[in-house]
């Protein structure tokens, strides 16, 4: 079936340009069966319409694509629109990573809205994007998890150096930096805004390997091939991700990666627990640490680059179903099912007078 799809780009954070080369391969995949539009958020929190053919650089250099710009109307009718004509959508496919996109502020808006839209939900956005908060439900569960200290004024880590410093809500590998002690790590927070809502410090583990595996539920629990990233440096940077050999579907990597029965069983066994405690939606991305023979959770990057399509390559599925499934996902599945129950009036008649309550 044929869908009007607008595809959610941009947005007010460190990963904006990342979230365009996501959106822009996706508008193109979806195109080959769909009307897709591009929904472009911008850095300075404007809204516009554009065409799905576009080009990355268009971005930095063609501003005549920014015309058509939209506004969003909730009330009696919940829309985005264009010169007062609602926009015709049947579901939105976010493609933001990090800010406001994906830490529950616009999983939020759209709930507001009343429409379909992919990827997490309000409360898993939120949860995941606080590396502290997930953290600490995966040490609940008695899951392993490194230690991990958030910085607080007057308090010092209760483990030694060196430390990986990290901003407590973020999306990608802006701002983690390898630190050989606690007041180095305070000087580049007081140095960077990246921090400026909180920061963390995590047990650095040398010669570590990062895995990652794409898990997702639609139409039913499914993972991908385990990625071993070949990086550059001591740990997996923004820029082994993102800006080295022509962006993360050209990054070096193993994939899949050579592992002990052992080790895969344990990540296999641990996504499934996991998934129990987080359900998510879309397609998710677990990121693990590997150190000898031991496995440990790092986190869980609930929209990530590419939609994580590339994780898939060697399992017999193309990138247009995999997105197709998670198209279908976020249509057959309603989040904003708010409860009323209660809200009956009888308190309301029951109560005195207001002022009565202010003495």
């Known amino acids: 079936m044929n869908y009007k799809i ?31 539009s591009i929904i472009y958020w911008t850095k300075d929190n404007k809204w516009f319409l554009l065409d799905s053919n576009l080009e990355s650089t ?16 909730l009330g009696k009718v919940n829309c985005f629109s264009h010169k007062r004509k609602k926009l015709d959508i ?21 709930e ?37 200290f958030r910085i607080l004024k007057d308090k010092s880590p209760d483990f030694t150096g060196p430390y990986v410093l990290k901003p407590q809500f973020g999306g990608s590998s802006i701002g983690v930096e390898v630190v050989k002690d606690y007041e180095t790590a305070l000087k580049l927070i007081e140095s960077s805004d990246l921090y400026s809502k909180g920061a963390l410090l995590e047990r650095y583990l040398q010669n570590a390997d990062d895995l990652l595996i794409g898990v997702r539920n639609y139409p039913e629990l ?16 923004y820029e082994d991700k993102y800006l080295n050999n022509g962006g993360l579907e050209g990054s070096k990597r193993e994939l899949p990666v050579a ?21 998510s939606r879309g397609i998710v991305r677990y990121d693990f640490l590997k150190i000898e023979d ?32 998670v198209v279908q996902e976020g249509l057959n599945d309603k989040t904003n099912q708010w409860s ?8 309301l008649k029951s109560a005195k007078d207001i002022q009565s309550k202010l003495g």
Request: net charge negative.
């Open 259 to 279: 592992l002990s029965e052992d080790i895969n069983q344990k990540i296999i066994s641990y996504v499934k627990e996991i998934n129990k405690i987080i359900p």
């Open 222 to 237: 499914n993972y991908s091939e385990i990625e071993k990233p070949i990086r550059n440096s001591n740990l997996f940077s």
């Open 6 to 36: 607008g595809v959610i780009i941009g947005g007010p954070s460190p990963e904006h340009d990342i979230s365009i080369l996501t959106g822009l391969q996706s508008a193109r995949l979806l195109s080959a069966k769909n009307d897709v």
């Open 112 to 148: 507001l809205m009343d429409v379909r839209y992919t990827g997490p939900n309000l409360t898993t956005a939120q949860l995941c994007m606080d590396k502290y908060a997930f953290y600490s439900l995966m040490k609940t569960n008695n899951l392993p998890v490194l230690d991990k």
């Open 340 to 347: 009323t129950q209660g809200s009956d009036g009888l308190a």
């Open 90 to 110: 049947d579901i939105f496919l976010n493609s933001c990573h990090g800010g406001p996109g994906e830490d529950g502020t616009l999983q939020g808006l759209l």
């Open 294 to 325: 031991k496995v440990y959770i790092n986190e869980i990057n609930t929209i990530p680059g590419s939609h994580a399509l590339y994780l898939w390559k060697n399992l017999n599925v193309s990138k247009y179903e995999l997105l197709n499934d």
């Open 58 to 73: 268009d971005f930095v250099d063609n501003p005549k694509i920014f015309t058509k710009e939209l506004h969003i109307t």
